[in-house]
């Protein structure tokens, strides 16, 4: 099981978006940015625990992915339930998808 960072200490203020003299102050930025960075590392564990479920059974499309946080890019081998990469393209389904 892994621990992130607990954000108790960033719920303590509700920042107020609107005022832009409260956004220049470097203390709420760093706080944001805390609270922010928390909240993905959630959302990628309950991402990871969603797809963790699905077998990727159900075939898949192949797809081209552009380079991201998540993964890396290139011809990929997409999951059609969870649209997760779950491989390379083989080379004849590179062909395949060069031609189509
Ligand atoms: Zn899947």
Same mark, same amino acid.
């Given at each position: 099981m892994q621990h992130f960072i607990s954000n108790t200490d960033i719920n303590k203020n509700d920042i107020d978006l609107n005022n832009q003299e409260e956004l220049a102050n470097t203390e709420i930025i760093s706080k944001k940015v805390s609270e922010i960075r928390n909240k993905i590392q959630e959302l990628l564990k309950e991402l990871d625990e969603v797809v963790s479920t @699905? %077998?990727?059974?159900n075939g898949y499309d192949i797809k081209l992915m552009s380079n991201s946080k998540l993964y890396s890019g290139g011809l990929r081998r997409m999951?059609?339930? @969870? %649209?997760?990469?779950i491989g390379y393209a083989s080379k004849e389904e590179t062909n395949a998808w060069k031609d189509s």
């Open positions: @699905c %077998n990727h059974q999951c059609k339930i @969870c %649209n997760t990469p």
